[in-house]
């Protein structure tokens, strides 16, 4: 780990995720009206396919998820291209795949806890000590044995790389 690569994290307005199932499309929006409109919600469609260039694209329903705050599913809007039948979701920014608690919360719980040695109240103490246990392997699995910088700047870092810091998935 060469110091020199770490970079503050830019705020990016669409992400492309290919790794195995379908692809993510992270888009910027305000989870409120996306929870007030549902299937109504007017979500972008993107030019073309991110796996093989097609600007054919059709839509192929929609898939519940949940997130903090709200007790109730949402739907998440999917593509599909018929041309390499690659599956596109569309989700919002400011989470990751499969966690319902926004990213700057997950960071915020592992600053909290590395830096001041408690969790951030309001939220579960079990579910904050997964994010720090899944952060700490993959520093090990990814970043060397002598990573020196911090939970926080390997949060960034991993981010920046374009991995959810805390999935427990190696
Ligand atoms: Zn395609």
Not at 3 to 26: A, E
Not at 43 to 68: I, M
Not at 119 to 140: D, E, N, T
Request: with cysteine; proline share 8%; aromatic share 14%.
């Amino acid at each position: 780990m060469v110091m020199g690569t770490y970079r503050p994290l830019k705020r990016r307005t669409m992400q492309w995720f290919s790794k195995d199932g379908p692809m993510v499309i992270f888009f910027p929006l305000i989870l409120k009206q996306l929870f007030h409109l549902g299937r109504l919600y007017p979500w972008p469609k993107p030019e073309h396919c991110p796996r093989c260039g097609s600007h054919r694209l059709w839509g192929h329903g929609f898939v519940t998820a949940y997130f903090d705050g709200f007790d109730q599913p949402f739907f998440l809007k999917r593509y599909r291209c018929p041309n390499c039948r690659c599956v596109l979701r569309l989700r919002p920014s400011g989470y990751f795949k499969r966690f319902q608690s926004p990213v700057a919360t997950i960071r915020c719980s592992i600053a909290q806890k590395t830096k001041a040695g408690h969790w951030l109240p309001g939220l579960s103490r079990s579910r904050q000590c997964h994010w720090l246990r899944s952060l700490c392997k993959r520093i090990k699995a990814y970043l060397t044995d002598t990573w020196n910088l911090g939970a926080v700047a390997a949060f960034d870092y991993l981010l920046m790389k374009g991995q959810t810091p805390v999935s427990r998935a190696i």
